[in-house]
């Protein structure tokens, strides 16, 4: 919920989008919810063109 308050968005962009989505798929991931978790991956690689985080690497992970 902190995380949805914070303005996590599927259709924000730029860095600190791409870190919210980032975060928030990670808490998706531990909570068990691998399908929702790649979907916010993959939100935070369309966000973050610079790719400043590794959501790329992570969401080839959750494809394996």
Do not use: I, K
């Not at 975060?23 to 919810?33: H, I, K, N, P, S």
């Not at 959501?55 to 959750?62: N, P, Q, W, Y």
């Amino acid at each position: 919920m902190t995380l949805q308050d914070a303005g996590v968005s599927a259709d924000a962009q730029g860095e600190s989008a791409a870190r919210l989505d980032y975060a928030y798929a990670e808490v998706l991931l531990a909570a068990g919810r691998r399908t929702e978790a790649a979907e916010w991956f993959s939100h935070a690689v369309s966000a973050d063109p610079e790719q400043t985080t590794d959501a790329e690497s992570r969401l080839a992970e959750l494809g394996d």
